[in-house]
Structure formats: structure tokens, C-alpha cells
């Protein structure tokens, strides 16, 4: 018998040995990540982490400092470029590792890796939308460019100095979670990294979502509900500016062709030119821009007299964040601001002449084009009336656990397919190439590191020379008084004629082919104008008498950038205090523009008594949507329930459609009272009207909140009153939006969730659930000081302290004051620890 259990309990040990050091499916071997010697234990925070530290690195010149304040900011002294960018990589490893390669990694189509089968499609398309090729072009090009060459591969030895150090057991938690290993750091994931920022930024483009509304609706209702501009626009150039380009009724433009040379082109009326067939595929994109703004207020404005710059970029919020804060000091740069993990040199950022920040430019640079192939070879595609060959490049998909993934990629003059037979829902007659500028040859990296090392407005022009795409609003101050800002990127010339870019073209001729870009000192530029101030907010960039044609259809906000300039054109001895108030502003111009509208078209007389008490919440509302408030939650469900109803015929998900801008629904909502949309698809035998969808939408709310699942909030926090978790209404706004800051693997343990917060989409803080400003900055040239803030922290560590730690500040409205030294030293009490690199 003893024999018996014996064999029973060695069986049994065995047993668990096996099962501990097993994979189970995408989990990884239990033991190893439970093992308190190399597994997760190994990532707690050491409690003497943080204190002066010496080391000797291969692959430095010179000494390095790197001084660590109380917030874990880096601030890197070096004396030469090379040895400050090698430095930036290594430290950017060091907290932020993992963001890193999986943020590439995500670009380059290579999640299967990791993850499994489940993301194939994902990166089918990452592929299939050319970010490699992409990121290919750029290298080359960069390549030709010795000094930045230079300085990137600096970046990448730091890094990959930095990945030497590390043994299994000091190795993020994500590798060990996820079972694998960090690959050593290239320039072309830094040339990734920076085409998957591209990617996120240039969504913004309608033409198959166009093709189908006119195909399926008609002109008429696509000129009533897609217009390109609107009466109330206030651009980022101000109305009735002076074009140097040309007045708009030219007949003829000068532009540079495709190889860089001179060309005239006509200019002519407009008149469509969309193809009348349906297109079932179409890149997934937002409901509507949550957007970013900045702004440059001069120093006849200010209470110092000198510029005060200010910049919140918003992005989907993510843990680690998007972002690592840093100070990079050399000889020939004194720099400070937010840094992208994986690429070197500041983006977002100021030194001790300029400030500089960026907002998204909304243009259209992708253009898709229906390619006809030969036959089913697909070796040749229909070019004015020729065949030419097509290029296929055969792309290897490594699937964890899975044998290799293999797409045939197909390259024409028109870009990449992207949707064919083998990809998207299958027809072979529909196949969809795309050309994207992002594919153009580039060193965006070259105008950040200028701007790095700027010290005038003809620094900024000179840096912002290099850019190519995404199409960004760059605001620019400077200590001599300067303010202005510039729309950049590489745009094509487009046919007005035809409308081109606003619909899918014709790929069997060159009609619509892109022959030439608009020169770069055309792009849209202002400096200090007459009105003290310059901003961005992703509206338009110009009003209709830009000489050059850009469509404009269900792009650009409406509220943000209305509300802005309204604050800053009343604003009198401003000043940081007046800055931080306004970029926190929860005023919700939407909702004052649209509630009074929906009030008028609902039927009171069948509300029920507790419909009623909404209506009175609604009607005393003054329209700031701060976190305690509950008739923002009214509001909002009213207003997203009416459009689902009254744009359900663009809600086909086999026939992608893009719904009206809110501004058009609620001028539409004002004066249109008989249209066809009224009616509610869902119910044959009814034809509803514009009072019916209103009532619908309104007796959905209380439905709509019963079904909420409201989650205890953390502490809430509010920017305008000292509320306790007492003053809790059960829905008020905070918790009904419910702010959840992801972890880039979805991770809830690794995830800040129910943040307690205002604002919304069309606010100038514009926080919803999954998106917000990234990172707030203020920079005051008057003092050189500046406040900055952002949703996460500076560890990629979740046990770290400094992982999270600004997330509380950040929903306060708070900000932190920038340690900007001047020398080494400067820290005093605010230094944590300092480490020094030796060679």
C-alpha cells in the first residue's frame, strides 16, 4: 500500500512538473512565470531602485549624466549628439521596452508572433496597407542622409546596449506573460514606429464611404449632407486671408510635378465624377474625431508680454502611455518635452529659444483607385489602354504555435491592393489599390531634431521642410515674440474637375493619378496676425478661396475650434492660470447649438413624470460637461440615440457609409422637416417623422441608463468643484462616461480603470471613454517655464509607482511645473538619483 501511494504521489509530482513548465494555449509556462527567481516576482519595484549609480557602457565617447527627478523625468546631459541619442535609446529601453517592440511590432504585421492566429487579419492589413513598404522608403531615403543616419543608429546601439544588460528574469512582464524575448532595436522599427503614427493620423478620408452614399442615395442628398464647407467655419488660416499662392479665380496654377518639374495646370468648376457601384470594404474609422488642439497667444495678449504656447494632443489613452517625458542636453540643443517611445528626439516640445506643438491636419492622403487586371494571373493590370505588369511581393506570416501565414501582396503605380479576392469580403472584380503619402520617401525624424535645436521662425520653416505625412498643424512661439503656425505634410495636387480623392477613381487611366504636389511654401502658414493668437483644433485649414482643391467632406470640427477662438479673442493679460483653466474647459458648444433643437421638436404632452424631470435637468443646464453633472448624460444619450435612428441607412456594415458631421445634423435637424431620412428603417409599415425620431431617441434614455452597469468610480475628481464621493449622483456624467486608460495588451490588472473625469468629444477637453488629450503642455515665454501633465507615467513597469502616478493629476486638471535645467545640478531637492555612463 505504501508502494502504492508512493508511485501515486511521484506520478502526481511528475505531473505538476510537466503542467508548470507547459504552454496551455497562449498562456506561458506556468512555472517559469510563477518562479520567484526569473518569473514576475522579479518585476516588483526594488526599494533601493532609486539612488546615484555609476556604470560603464560599450559604445559611448564621452561621459553621460542622466539626472532623474521626483517624477522619474529623465534629463540627459551629454557632450556630443551622438552620445545624447545613444543615451535617449538606452533609458527609453529601460522603462519602456516592451511598448516599444509591440507597438512595432503592431505596425510591421508581425503580432501573430506573439500572440497567435487571432491577429492574422490584423496583420494582414497592417501589411496589406504597405507600412513596411513604407517604412522601407523611408530608411532608404534616411540612408542618403549621413547625419541623421547617424544619430538614429546612435538611438538604436543605446537601445540595444541597453537589451545586453538584461537576463530572463529582468525582463519586462508583458515577454513573460506573453512568453518571448526582446529582438534587438534597428532603424527600420524606428522608420515603423514612425509610419505607424502616420497610420493613426491619416484615417481621415471618406472615398469608398462617399462612393457608396451617392451610388445608393444620389447627388442631391450628398450635396445637402456632405458639403466641404459650412457657413460657421472658422479655420486655422482666419477667413479673407491674402492667398501668395494666387487669387482663387486664376485660370492657371504653377506647380511641381511628381519628378520636380514645373508645371500649369486649369483650374475648373466642379462637377462629380463618382463611380455609380457599391464597395463592401473600406478601412475601419472613428465615429468622429475626438481631435487636438494648441494655440500661440502673442505677447499683446499676455500679462508677461512675451508668447505663451500651448498644446493637448488627443489619442486613444493607453497604459504604458504614448508618451515618455524627457530633458536631452548637448551642445547643441537644450531640449525638454514628450518623446515616442522607439524614435529619437522630442516631438512634442520647447527649448530655451521656441516652443512648438502639434495637432492632427485632417487632410486626405490616401486615394483609393479600382484597379482591372488582366485576367485571373493577375500579373497585368489596364493602364491607358495598355497592360503593364504588376509587382507581387509574397508576404510570410510566422504564427506562434501555428505553421507560416503566406498573402500575396499586389504593387501597382496606384499603390498597393489592399482589397482584393483574398482579402476583405471576396470579388474579384472589385479590387481596391490605395496611394498613401506615407509610402513617399521621407525624414520626418530630421525636422524634430531641427526643431530640437531651433532658435527662430526661419528654424521652424527650415525643419518643417522635411516633413512629408501625417498632415499636422505645427504651432510655433519663440522668446523674440514670434507666434505662428503651419499646416504641413506633402499633398497632391488634385483635379477639382473631378472632385478627385473625394470618391474611388478610375485606376485604368491616369486621369486621376497623382501628377504633381502642392509646393511647400503654399501650405497654409500665418504668422503674427493681427489677432494676437494662432490655433488648431482639426478644422478646416483654410476657407474656400484656397487656391489649391482638398476635399473636405465629413472631416473637420465644428466646436473646439469655435469655442477656442472665442476664448482667446475675449482674453485679456493671460496668463498660465487662464491656460490651464481653458485647455480644461468642459463648455459643451455642441450641446448648446443642438439641445435647444431637440427641445423644440419633442412632444412633451407624452412624457411620463419622470420624462419630464429630465426635460427640467436638460432645460436648466448650462451645458458644461463636468464629471458631477447629470444632464450631460441626458444629453448624450439622447443625441447618440437620434442619430443612430436618423442615419440608420448608413449603419449596413456591408455597405461602409460614413453618418453626416454633427454640425450638419443639427443644421439638418433645423431645416429640413419632410426628408427621407426621417424614416426609420426598422419599421416597414410606419413612416416616421422628424418629431417621431426625436421622441424615440428621448424615451431611450431611461431604457439606456437601467441597462448602464455603473461601476464604483475612484476618487472623483472634478476641475471646478471639491466634490466627495457623498456628492455622487447614481449617474452623473463621471461615471457614465467612465474613463478607462488600456493597457496596450488589454490587460484590466494593468489598466486604470473608471477614471473620474469631464469633458467629451466637441469639448476642448475632449475625454471620452477611450480617448483624450495625451499630454498637456503649457509653455510660458515670458518666464521660460512650462506645465506639463499626461494620463500615465514615466515606468512601463505596472509595479512600478511611477507607472500610473499622473493619472489622478491629470483628471484634477493638475499640472507639474518641468524641471528645465540649464546645467548639471540644477535638480537641487527635486533630484530622486542621478546615474553616470562611462565608456
Same mark, same amino acid.
Given at each position: 500500500m505504501k508502494n502504492v501511494k508512493f508511485i501515486l504521489f511521484l506520478l502526481l509530482t511528475v505531473g505538476l512538473i510537466v503542467l508548470l513548465n507547459t504552454k496551455l494555449g497562449m498562456a506561458p509556462p506556468f512555472g517559469r512565470f510563477l518562479n520567484p527567481f526569473q518569473g514576475f516576482w522579479q518585476n516588483a519595484e526594488k526599494a533601493n531602485a532609486w539612488k546615484d549609480e555609476e556604470a560603464k557602457v560599450t559604445g559611448l565617447k564621452d561621459e553621460v549624466k542622466v539626472y532623474f527627478d521626483e517624477r522619474l523625468v529623465p534629463h540627459v546631459f551629454a557632450k556630443n549628439d551622438e552620445d545624447l541619442y545613444f543615451m535617449q535609446g538606452y533609458i527609453t529601453a529601460k522603462y519602456r521596452l516592451w511598448q516599444m517592440e509591440i507597438q512595432t511590432a503592431n505596425a510591421a504585421g508581425r503580432l501573430s508572433e506573439v500572440v497567435g492566429e487571432r491577429t492574422i487579419d490584423v496583420d494582414r492589413m497592417q501589411r496589406r496597407i504597405g507600412m513596411s513598404y513604407g517604412a522601407e522608403a523611408a530608411q532608404d531615403y534616411i540612408a542618403k542622409d549621413t547625419s541623421s543616419k547617424k544619430l538614429i543608429d546612435a538611438y538604436c546601439a543605446g537601445v540595444n546596449a541597453y537589451i545586453k544588460t538584461l537576463k530572463p528574469k529582468d525582463y519586462p512582464v508583458e515577454y513573460k506573460l506573453l512568453d518571448y524575448k526582446p529582438e534587438p532595436w534597428t532603424a527600420m522599427k524606428v522608420a515603423l514606429l514612425l509610419k505607424n503614427m502616420a497610420n493613426m493620423l491619416s484615417v481621415f478620408e471618406y472615398d469608398i464611404e462617399n462612393t457608396n452614399f451617392v451610388a445608393k442615395y444620389g447627388e442631391k442628398n450628398f450635396r445637402q449632407l456632405y458639403p466641404d464647407f459650412i457657413d460657421a467655419e472658422d479655420p486655422i488660416i482666419p477667413k479673407g486671408t491674402a492667398w501668395q499662392a494666387g487669387e482663387p479665380d486664376s485660370n492657371y496654377r504653377i506647380v511641381y510635378g511628381c519628378d520636380g518639374e514645373p508645371m500649369k495646370i486649369h483650374r475648373e468648376t466642379s462637377n462629380m465624377n463618382a463611380p455609380h457601384e457599391l464597395f463592401a470594404n473600406a478601412i475601419e474609422k472613428p465615429d468622429e474625431i475626438t481631435g487636438s488642439n494648441n494655440w500661440a497667444v502673442s505677447g499683446s495678449k499676455t500679462k508677461s508680454g512675451k508668447p505663451i504656447l500651448c498644446n493637448d494632443p488627443h489619442l486613444r489613452l493607453s497604459l504604458p502611455s504614448i508618451w515618455y517625458e524627457m530633458q536631452l542636453v548637448s551642445p547643441n540643443m537644450n531640449v525638454y518635452g514628450a518623446t515616442l517611445p522607439g524614435s529619437p528626439a522630442v516631438i512634442i516640445g520647447f527649448n530655451d529659444s521656441i516652443a512648438w506643438g502639434v495637432t492632427n491636419g485632417g487632410r486626405d492622403v490616401r486615394d483609393w483607385y479600382k484597379v482591372k487586371f488582366k485576367d485571373a494571373s493577375r500579373n497585368e493590370y489596364e493602364y491607358n489602354g495598355q497592360w503593364l505588369k504588376s509587382e507581387k511581393r509574397v508576404e510570410v506570416y510566422k504564427v506562434k504555435g501555428k505553421p507560416d501565414y503566406l498573402d500575396t501582396v499586389i504593387y501597382t503605380r496606384f499603390g498597393v491592393v489592399v482589397f482584393d479576392q483574398n482579402f476583405g469580403t471576396a470579388d474579384s472584380k472589385k479590387n481596391?489599390?490605395?496611394?498613401?503619402?506615407?509610402?513617399?520617401?521621407? @525624414?520626418?525624424? $530630421?525636422?524634430?531634431?531641427?526643431? @530640437?535645436?531651433? *532658435?527662430?521662425?526661419? %528654424?521652424?520653416? +527650415?525643419?518643417? *521642410? @522635411?516633413?512629408?505625412?501625417?498632415? =499636422?498643424?505645427?504651432?510655433?512661439?519663440?522668446?523674440?515674440?514670434d507666434i505662428a503656425i503651419k499646416q504641413q505634410g506633402r499633398f497632391p495636387v488634385r483635379n477639382k474637375a473631378s472632385e478627385q480623392g473625394k470618391y474611388v477613381s478610375d485606376g485604368t487611366t491616369d486621369k486621376d493619378e497623382w501628377k504633381s504636389f502642392i509646393p511647400n511654401e503654399d501650405n497654409p502658414t500665418i504668422k503674427n496676425p493681427e489677432r494676437g493668437f494662432v490655433s488648431s483644433a482639426n478644422q478646416h485649414p483654410t476657407d474656400s478661396t484656397y487656391p489649391y482643391y482638398y476635399p473636405g467632406v465629413? /472631416?473637420?470640427? !465644428?466646436?473646439?475650434?469655435?469655442?477656442? !477662438?472665442? &476664448?482667446?479673442? %475675449?482674453? *485679456? %493679460?493671460?496668463?498660465?492660470?487662464?491656460?490651464? $483653466?481653458? =485647455?480644461?474647459?468642459?463648455? @459643451?458648444? &455642441?450641446?448648446?447649438?443642438?439641445?435647444p433643437v431637440l427641445l423644440s421638436l419633442l412632444n412633451k404632452s407624452s412624457l411620463t413624470s419622470d420624462e419630464k424631470k429630465i426635460v427640467d435637468e436638460l432645460t436648466k443646464w448650462n451645458y458644461f460637461n463636468n464629471a458631477h453633472e447629470v444632464a450631460p448624460v441626458y444629453f448624450d444619450i439622447w443625441w447618440n440615440e437620434l442619430r443612430k435612428l436618423l442615419w440608420d441607412e448608413m449603419a449596413d456594415k456591408n455597405i461602409p457609409m460614413k453618418q453626416p458631421t454633427f454640425y450638419v445634423t443639427v443644421e439638418f435637424l433645423k431645416h429640413d422637416s419632410t426628408s427621407e431620412f426621417y424614416d426609420n428603417l426598422s419599421t416597414p409599415d410606419k413612416k416616421e417623422t422628424r418629431e417621431d425620431i426625436v421622441l424615440m431617441a428621448f424615451k431611450r434614455i431611461e431604457d439606456t441608463l437601467r441597462k448602464k452597469d455603473f461601476t464604483e468610480?475612484?476618487?472623483?475628481?472634478?476641475? +471646478?468643484?471639491?466634490?466627495? $464621493?457623498?456628492?455622487?449622483?447614481? #449617474?452623473?456624467?463621471?461615471?457614465?462616461? %467612465?474613463? *478607462?486608460?488600456?493597457?496596450?495588451? !488589454? &490587460?484590466?490588472?494593468?489598466?486604470?480603470? #473608471? /477614471?473620474?473625469?469631464?469633458?467629451?468629444?466637441?469639448?476642448?477637453?475632449?475625454?471620452?471613454?477611450?480617448?483624450g488629450p495625451s499630454w498637456r503642455m503649457i509653455v510660458d515665454e515670458g518666464v521660460m517655464k512650462a506645465y506639463v501633465v499626461y494620463p500615465g507615467g514615466e515606468s512601463g513597469n505596472p509595479g512600478s509607482a511611477f507607472y500610473d502616478n499622473m493619472v489622478g493629476p491629470w483628471a484634477k486638471g493638475q499640472y507639474f511645473e518641468a524641471n528645465f535645467m540649464q546645467q548639471t545640478g540644477d535638480l537641487g531637492n527635486k533630484k530622486l538619483f542621478v546615474s553616470t555612463f562611462k565608456p
Open positions: 481596391l489599390a490605395m496611394r498613401w503619402t506615407a509610402h513617399l520617401p521621407s @525624414n520626418e525624424f $530630421k525636422t524634430f531634431y531641427k526643431l @530640437n535645436c531651433g *532658435k527662430s521662425y526661419d %528654424d521652424y520653416i +527650415d525643419a518643417l *521642410k @522635411n516633413y512629408t505625412c501625417p498632415a =499636422q498643424n505645427f504651432v510655433f512661439a519663440s522668446r523674440s515674440g465629413g /472631416v473637420y470640427e !465644428n466646436y473646439r475650434n469655435r469655442r477656442i !477662438n472665442k &476664448l482667446l479673442s %475675449d482674453g *485679456k %493679460d493671460i496668463d498660465v492660470a487662464f491656460m490651464k $483653466k481653458m =485647455q480644461t474647459d468642459n463648455y @459643451n458648444l &455642441l450641446a448648446s447649438e443642438a439641445l468610480v475612484n476618487e472623483p475628481y472634478d476641475t +471646478d468643484d471639491n466634490y466627495t $464621493k457623498d456628492d455622487l449622483k447614481p #449617474h452623473d456624467w463621471g461615471g457614465y462616461k %467612465d474613463t *478607462k486608460i488600456s493597457h496596450l495588451a !488589454n &490587460l484590466d490588472p494593468f489598466s486604470s480603470l #473608471h /477614471v473620474y473625469n469631464g469633458g467629451n468629444i466637441g469639448v476642448i477637453n475632449a475625454t471620452n471613454t477611450t480617448n
